[in-house]
């Protein structure tokens, strides 16, 4: 079988399982498979496929039929110009958070040294993306998932930045150093109800849901950070929440109720996307 006769056969059964991107994914999965660029796809269309790797493929692409995420299968997935390691059982980052981390990156100095703390690291996409782009920052990063840990200082390896990003375990605040401040309290919390996961695609399903929802119509995770963050803030320290797009009002009231001037950053859709809190001088 040839390489354009086996992705018009791909892109085929993925458009009978109704995804909704079948040709990109269908060539997604063979670039990753043949470590060629997509493009080459189209100019080696005649080349012939190896038949162990026409087996891969197929086999990639029945369960990307199922619903399995392109990231899930590869392993990989960009963000913030970043190629991040991903495994099925940590949450996969997606590109409206790359406005969180523009919006932080903004707000921080250029010289004085900062420390940051992040909860819930996933992938540790947010922090090493930060760790990244400011050479002055220190990050602190907690997550509740041994999976999420492991997947997070694998990257944080990975892209160099692990001198700088201290990764533990802990539910919230629990394990972290009572008398330690920080200058900004960042978080990408799961943030969709209960109702609204009812909802959800078959793919977006496939990751944790530990890491998609949370109790009191999403508001639960931002109320605890909010509550318990406060203390662990310098006095001019702030939030920064990745919101989802009926939650913004609420987020920036949660915010105003314990002293802080807070404000909407709104996506590329001109939905309700990050919120930032300051404290109040």
């Given at each position: 079988m ?18 909704e991107?079948?040709i990109?994914d269908s ?5 990753f ?5 997509r ?13 162990e ?5 197929f086999?990639?692409?029945k369960k ?21 390691d991903?495994?099925e059982?940590?949450?996969?980052p ?5 406005i ?6 903004k707000?921080?100095p ?5 420390h ?10 947010i922090?090493?993306s930060?760790l ?6 220190i ?7 041994d999976k ?5 200082t694998?990257n944080a ?7 700088r990003?201290f990764?533990k ?8 150093d ?8 960042i978080?990408?919390p ?11 695609s078959?793919?977006v ?17 931002y109320?605890?950070?909010i ?12 939030f920064?929440?990745e ?17 802080f ?9 001109n ?8 404290k109040?001088?």
């Amino acid at each position: 079988m040839k390489i354009g006769d086996a992705l018009k056969r791909a892109s085929q059964i993925l458009k009978d399982a109704k995804i909704e991107t079948p040709i990109t994914d269908s060539q997604l999965l063979l670039s990753f498979l043949l470590k060629k660029p997509r493009w080459k796809l189209i100019t080696d269309r005649n080349e012939k496929l190896p038949e162990e790797i026409q087996l891969q493929y197929f086999l990639l692409i029945k369960k990307r039929a199922e619903g399995y995420p392109v990231a899930y299968l590869t392993g990989k997935k960009y963000f913030y110009g970043i190629e991040f390691d991903v495994e099925e059982g940590v949450l996969i980052p997606r590109p409206e958070t790359e406005i969180l981390v523009e919006e932080v990156l903004k707000k921080l100095p250029k010289k004085d040294k900062v420390h940051g703390l992040e909860i819930g690291i996933g992938s540790g996409n947010i922090s090493v993306s930060l760790l990244k782009n400011k050479s002055n920052l220190i990050m602190t990063g907690v997550d509740i998932s041994d999976k999420a840990l492991q997947i997070s200082t694998r990257n944080a390896i990975k892209q160099g930045v692990i001198d700088r990003f201290f990764i533990k375990k802990s539910n919230l605040f629990e394990n972290i150093d009572k008398k330690l401040k920080f200058d900004f309290i960042i978080s990408n919390p799961p943030y969709i109800s209960v109702e609204e996961y009812k909802t959800l695609s078959k793919e977006v399903k496939k990751e944790p849901i530990e890491a998609l929802v949370a109790d009191k119509d999403g508001l639960a995770f931002y109320e605890k950070i909010i509550s318990f963050g406060t203390k662990f803030l310098k006095d001019n320290g702030f939030f920064a929440f990745e919101i989802g797009h009926k939650q913004g009002e609420k987020v920036k009231k949660l915010l105003e109720k314990k002293g802080f001037r807070s404000k909407i950053l709104k996506d590329l859709q001109n939905l309700p996307r990050v919120v930032i809190g300051e404290k109040n001088d």
